[in-house]
């Protein structure tokens, strides 16, 4: 058995080390202390995948303790944040979890530009309940409705002759 190690010199422990390397900063965003995420939580982005399609604010909520810890996003809400104003939040919370240490100006230019993590996602096309509710499209060159071309699935090929 080997001997047992000493800590390096300065941490007692791992959660001293990580708090040093951490660095432990804070930042005031619309009147609410939080912490500066300094990594990405495991479990962050497992739970993105599982609510992509959820519209419960419950979830946004949920997401946004991970980044920030408590309810940040209800204090934020409160004190009148914007939809601007949280895209460039989250970018910049994002960017900071990921090791990049971003100003909230390059957060806002990213997020004006489209390519924040705040920006929301694209919609989606309408599920099939929506479709199927939907007036038919009219094709562009006649302007009549436009019609299936073949009655058969184009997705995999026949194994079998249709004679």
Not at 120 to 137: C, E, L, Q, T, Y
């Amino acid at each position: 058995m080997s001997p047992a190690r000493k800590p390096q010199a300065g941490h007692e422990s791992w959660d001293a080390f990580w708090a040093e390397v951490s660095g432990g900063r804070t930042e005031v965003i619309r009147g609410v202390e939080v912490a500066v995420p300094s990594d990405m939580p495991l479990v962050m982005e497992k739970r993105i995948e599982e609510l992509r399609d959820s519209e419960a604010e419950e979830d946004l909520h949920e997401l946004v303790a991970m980044l920030f810890g408590g309810d940040v996003l209800g204090e934020w809400i409160e004190s009148g944040m914007g939809v601007l104003e949280f895209q460039t939040v989250l970018t910049w919370g994002m960017a900071q979890a990921g090791g990049r240490d971003m100003s909230f100006s390059e957060a806002l230019e990213l997020v004006r530009s489209g390519g924040g993590e705040g920006k929301p996602a694209a919609p989606k096309g309408p599920n099939r309940a929506a479709r199927r509710s939907a007036p038919a499209k009219r094709s562009a060159a006649g302007g009549g409705q436009s019609r299936r071309t073949s009655g058969g699935s184009t997705s995999s090929r026949r194994t079998t002759s249709r004679s």
